[in-house]
């Protein structure tokens, strides 16, 4: 069965510092997103991504925060100046169809660890 | 306001006997998912209600909704050892255009445990 693929699992970085989490979606899918879970937190809504642009984005998706689909394969989520409450594990989720009435299929996440 | 939290907060049982796992939200609705997290691992759904569903099976699995009440239960029949993970409820509302992009709003989970 299709997975959607993230890397890596473990990312340590420096405060201050960029990252770039990478998400692989099952290939057919239209829809993206990217959630995150700080420790003991629920699932958090952070942007969903079609037709080339954001859809929707919350009120943590500021301007520190980027996605880009650079190459119709893989979806990225761009930090540009890390912070310590960064620190989180980063879901990528896709969903095939145009009706809402569809699952969303996740990746294993990456782990991000702000020092 | 809480959108989609769930209850008990965590629920221990032993194998071979039903776990039910309650969810309220606050705004109206397109659907309600279920899914299930194991230790370290990602979201994996496990079934979806529409607003206009009332009950749903799938496997050992049942789901009821209540718009009524912005309620929803999922009931795991028959549990075993490998169903031990958190549960999660999770809704799809239109935004404030009326659209939905599918965001999923989850609440905050039940940690279920199954003792064989």
């Known amino acids: 069965e299709p997975e959607v693929t993230q890397t890596p699992s473990h990312q340590v970085t420096q405060m201050g510092q960029e990252v770039i989490l990478r998400c692989v979606p099952i290939s057919n899918h239209l829809y993206f997103y990217w959630y995150r879970q700080i420790l003991g937190q629920k699932v958090e809504f952070l942007v969903s991504f079609y037709n080339n642009e954001i859809s929707e984005k919350s009120e943590i998706f500021d301007d520190q925060f980027s996605v880009e689909r650079p190459d119709g394969s893989n979806f990225t989520l761009k930090i540009r100046s890390t912070k310590l409450e960064d620190s989180a594990m980063y879901f990528c989720?896709?969903?095939?169809?145009?009706?809402?009435?569809?699952?969303?299929?996740f990746g294993d996440g990456t782990r991000l660890s702000i020092l | 306001s809480q959108q989609g939290e769930e209850d008990p907060q965590a629920l221990s049982i032993q194998e071979g006997e039903n776990a039910t796992m309650n969810c309220s939200y606050k705004t109206s609705i397109n659907n309600l998912q279920w899914y299930r997290q194991n230790s370290g691992r990602g979201l994996v759904h496990l079934i979806l209600i529409r607003s206009n569903e009332r009950e749903k099976h799938s496997g050992r699995l049942r789901v009821t909704l209540d718009t009524s009440k912005k309620s929803s239960s999922l009931l795991i029949t028959a549990s075993r050892a490998a169903d031990t993970a958190s549960y999660f409820c999770a809704t799809v509302s239109p935004n404030a255009g009326g659209t939905s992009y599918g965001k999923l709003t989850f609440g905050q989970g039940t940690i279920l445990t199954v003792h064989p």
């Open positions: 989720a896709s969903r095939g169809t145009r009706g809402n009435n569809q699952p969303q299929h």
